[in-house]
Structure formats: structure tokens, C-alpha cells
């Protein structure tokens, strides 16, 4: 790897080798890090953290399990601090900053970003320090009292030593970064590792349980039952991902045609499936699904698709074709996140859809953020003047189902109506519904 700009094999001799860890880098080398430093390193995604070692935790004053999978705006004390940190360390690249973070007990505390590299896009490590101290060196990487503290220049031999044979994560059976991790994961998807648990989704007016959605559960043999949130960040193969989406439809749809159909007259409780766009082209993704209801008895008008918002911003016929072929078999479409790429607004008509899920972190907000009040308020309103139905994700409180109910908006989910549960659960809970 070059520095942009230098030419290949004319290197600087004042000027150190910097290593570029973005698209290209070795494979793994972020998880190398969490067993290689001693300062706070967090991995994170742009909206969520994937991974974060002791040291990150104890400056952010919380516990592992309240750090990985979370929101990364949850660790600030208010959204603008969030959209600020993010705008200058994950968009505009800023490598050195003090940032303000929210501490669980109330009040803040002061860190440096000692270090923000992109490791690929989409995925970034932050590298923490008390606000005012010196970095520490790295544990194997310092034993030359002449090299440089990681944050800042790390030598290209150092890099690939520290590599090979190293154990990445204590305790797991993640030995060799990235390529490992995905192997690990073809493997548990061939041997049956993998399962799924559902989230309800109620009416609000009625208290109907109305849907569930399908949700992705790897059963880690040393790490137990892993959300897909914690994982969705490290996967790069666009194959794996299409065959994980693949697997997910085919089991969720074998379960929803279990489901209790309820009381004649009423519309039976909807499966809601997230497609990657990797598996939209993928093939014929169309058939696939017609193949799909076929071989699961399923009425194609009880599954609905939610596709990511980025899908309204690519230009693409046989996507377009797609999903006019799915609409047309009876399938419903809906922009899941919603909110989160105010550009993509305009070609909401452009694709045949039935309706828009709001993005969970302006859900979240409303209550405690007024901004975020009036893009819901905004996002409800446009929604329902292009004929679309409008569900809310992430809802946390009485007052902000009150808030979306006197917004029309009464389909809702989250934490205030229930964890997800495991398929057994779920298909329980509906029948106790309908009793």
C-alpha cells in the first residue's frame, strides 16, 4: 500500500509509511487490534458498534453489553453531538479530535479520538484516550523503542507480523480477521447454527399483534446468540450475504405459513422479510420468492419485503423490473430506515410501494429532540399524501406512541410492545392474540 500520491516503490525516507486501512486492507487487521492496544478501541459501523475492547468500555463508563450492538448515538448526550462527531470523524475523515460523551450516571466526560481511520466503507475504528494524557504504546508492536504509536505510523513489516497466527478475539473461534469470521459463518449457515426470532408489530388502536418481523440470530458455539447487528458491519462477500437473505426468506416463510390465520374477515398476521440489495441482484430474485411462497403454502399477500432506502437511489431497470414483478404477484415492498437519506425522498413513487418504516434513531428522538419531531411529523404527513402506510420502528415510550398515533401513524414496534421473540414464542403470542 502506497500513500496517495507517492509513487509505488519511492518511499520518503523522512517521512514515515502510513498504512491505508480502508478498501484493500489486510484482511482482519481491525480485530488483530483489539488484542494489540491498550487504549479504548471501538469498531464501528456508521450508525452502530460492532465491537469494542475493555479499555474503550471503562472510558465510556459501561459494561460490554452496553457498548457492542448498540447505537453509536447513544453514547453521546445529545443528537447533535452525535451528528457532529460522525460528520467530522466518519464522513469528513478528521483522524484527530476531543469528543464529549454521555455517561450512564449522568454527566460527561471529555476523550480524544486519538485516531479515526476508515477500515472499509461503512466500517471505522476509534481509538480513545482520556482527554489530556499521553497514547500508551502498543503491547507487542513497542518493543522497539524507535517505532510510533499506531495511531499515528506503524511500519509496513510490524503490520504483516503482527498478522499471521495471532489470536484476533479472546475466547472466540475468530482466528484470522475477516476472511475467518466469514468462514465461520458459511459454516454455521451449512451446519444449522443459524435461527430466527421475530418482532412484533401491533396496532396500536386495537393492541392487535399484526406482523412479525423476521430477524437474524447466529448461535455462536463460545459467543451464544449473536444479533445479525452485531455482525451485518463485517460481511463483505456479496454471495454469503445473498445466500444468508436467501436462507432467512425460506425458514421465516416455512414459519409464517404456521401461523393462526385469526378470526375470518380479518387480514392474518404479515411476515415481513429484509432483502439486502445484493440479493435483489442476485439472479432472478423474483422467482426465487414465487418459488419460495410456492414450496411454503404462503399467500404472497402475507409476506412483505422491506428493502433498504439506498435501493431509491440506484438507477436500475431489471431492479425496477423486479420489483414490479413482485408487486405484481401480490408481494408488498417497504423502505425500511426511512429518514435516513432525505435525497431518496422524490423516487418513492418511482417503485411500486405500499409503505415507508421510519428510520428507529428519529423515532427514538421524538420526546427528546424536536428536530427530530418535526422530520417525523414532516416524513408522516409527505407519506400520506403519496397514498403509502407508515409504520414507526424503535418505539421506546407511551409518549412517543401518543406522539405517532396522533400523526395516523399507528403500526408500530419496538421495545415498548416487546422483545423479539424465538419463532416458538412468537407463534404462541399470536394465538393467545386471537383467543
Known amino acids: 500500500m502506497n500513500i496517495p500520491g507517492r509513487p509505488p516503490g519511492a518511499p520518503s525516507p523522512a517521512e514515515p509509511f502510513v498504512p491505508d486501512l480502508s478498501e484493500g486492507a489486510e484482511a482482519g487487521v481491525y480485530l488483530a487490534l483489539l488484542e494489540l492496544i491498550d487504549e479504548g478501541l471501538i469498531i464501528t459501523g456508521d450508525e452502530f458498534i460492532l465491537d469494542a475492547n475493555s479499555a474503550a468500555c471503562h472510558l465510556l463508563g459501561r459494561d460490554y453489553r452496553q457498548v457492542a450492538g448498540r447505537s453509536l448515538s447513544a453514547l453521546f448526550p445529545t443528537e447533535e453531538a452525535f451528528l457532529d462527531v460522525r460528520a467530522r470523524l466518519l464522513i469528513q475523515g478528521e483522524r484527530r479530535s476531543l469528543i464529549t460523551v454521555a455517561l450512564p450516571e449522568g454527566g460527561t466526560r471529555e476523550l480524544q479520538v486519538l485516531c479515526a481511520p476508515r477500515l472499509r466503507p461503512g466500517l471505522h475504528a476509534l481509538i480513545l484516550s482520556p482527554a489530556g494524557t499521553h497514547p500508551q504504546r502498543l503491547g507487542q508492536l513497542a518493543a522497539d523503542p524507535t517505532s510510533q504509536h499506531f495511531a499515528s505510523h506503524i511500519e509496513s513489516s510490524q503490520l504483516r507480523s503482527a498478522l499471521p497466527g495471532t489470536r484476533m478475539l479472546e475466547g472466540t473461534a475468530w482466528q484470522s480477521g475477516l476472511d475467518a469470521f466469514e468462514t465461520g459463518l458459511r459454516?454455521?449457515?451449512?451446519?444449522?447454527?443459524?435461527?430466527?426470532?421475530?418482532?412484533?408489530?401491533?396496532?396500536?388502536?386495537?393492541?392487535?399483534?399484526?406482523?412479525?418481523?423476521?430477524?437474524?440470530?447466529?448461535?455462536?458455539?463460545?459467543?451464544?446468540?449473536?444479533?445479525?447487528?452485531?455482525?451485518?458491519?463485517?460481511?463483505?462477500?456479496?454471495?454469503?450475504?445473498?445466500?444468508?437473505?436467501?436462507?432467512?426468506?425460506?425458514?421465516?416463510?416455512?414459519?409464517?405459513?404456521?401461523?393462526?390465520?385469526?378470526?375470518?374477515?380479518?387480514?392474518?398476521?404479515?411476515?415481513?422479510?429484509?432483502?439486502?440489495?445484493?440479493?435483489?441482484?442476485?439472479?432472478?430474485?423474483?422467482?426465487?420468492?414465487?418459488?419460495?411462497?410456492?414450496?411454503?403454502?404462503?399467500?404472497?399477500?402475507?409476506?412483505?419485503?422491506?428493502?433498504?432506502?439506498?435501493?431509491?437511489?440506484?438507477?436500475?431497470?431489471?431492479?425496477?423490473?423486479?420489483?414490479?414483478?413482485?408487486?405484481?404477484?401480490?408481494?408488498?415492498?417497504?423502505?425500511?430506515?426511512?429518514?435516513?437519506?432525505?435525497?431518496?425522498?422524490?423516487?418513492?413513487?418511482?417503485?411500486?410501494?405500499?409503505?415507508?418504516?421510519?428510520?428507529?434513531?428519529?423515532?427514538?428522538?421524538?420526546?427528546?429532540?424536536?428536530?427530530?419531531?418535526?422530520?417525523?411529523?414532516?416524513?408522516?404527513?409527505?407519506?400520506?399524501?403519496?397514498?403509502?402506510?407508515?409504520?414507526?420502528?424503535?418505539?421506546?415510550?407511551?409518549?412517543?406512541?401518543?406522539?405517532?398515533?396522533?400523526?395516523?401513524?399507528?403500526?408500530?414496534?419496538?421495545?415498548?410492545?416487546?422483545?423479539?421473540?424465538?419463532?416458538?414464542?412468537?407463534?404462541?403470542?399470536?394465538?393467545?392474540?386471537?383467543?
Open 187 to 435: 459454516s454455521a449457515l451449512d451446519n444449522g447454527n443459524l435461527t430466527l426470532h421475530f418482532q412484533p408489530l401491533v396496532e396500536t388502536r386495537s393492541g392487535r399483534l399484526c406482523a412479525g418481523e423476521a430477524l437474524l440470530r447466529w448461535q455462536h458455539p463460545e459467543l451464544g446468540l449473536i444479533p445479525f447487528g452485531r455482525f451485518k458491519g463485517a460481511l463483505r462477500d456479496p454471495q454469503l450475504i445473498a445466500r444468508l437473505g436467501d436462507w432467512v426468506l425460506n425458514t421465516a416463510c416455512r414459519y409464517g405459513r404456521l401461523w393462526p390465520a385469526g378470526p375470518a374477515g380479518r387480514q392474518p398476521p404479515r411476515l415481513t422479510v429484509n432483502v439486502a440489495t445484493e440479493q435483489l441482484l442476485h439472479g432472478d430474485f423474483a422467482e426465487c420468492v414465487r418459488l419460495v411462497l410456492e414450496n411454503s403454502n404462503l399467500a404472497p399477500d402475507r409476506l412483505e419485503l422491506d428493502l433498504d432506502e439506498r435501493i431509491l437511489e440506484t438507477d436500475s431497470p431489471s431492479l425496477l423490473q423486479t420489483m414490479t414483478t413482485l408487486s405484481a404477484m401480490g408481494v408488498r415492498l417497504a423502505i425500511d430506515d426511512f429518514g435516513r437519506g432525505m435525497s431518496s425522498i422524490r423516487r418513492l413513487k418511482r417503485y411500486p410501494l405500499k409503505a415507508v418504516k421510519l428510520d428507529p434513531d428519529l423515532v427514538r428522538g421524538v420526546g427528546r429532540d424536536e428536530e427530530c419531531e418535526a422530520v417525523v411529523e414532516a416524513m408522516a404527513g409527505m407519506a400520506a399524501t403519496l397514498g403509502l402506510e407508515v409504520f414507526a420502528r424503535g418505539v421506546e415510550t407511551r409518549a412517543q406512541q401518543d406522539f405517532l398515533c396522533a400523526l395516523d401513524c399507528h403500526l408500530q414496534q419496538g421495545p415498548l410492545f416487546g422483545p423479539p421473540l424465538d419463532a416458538q414464542a412468537f407463534a404462541r403470542s399470536l394465538r393467545a392474540a386471537i383467543q
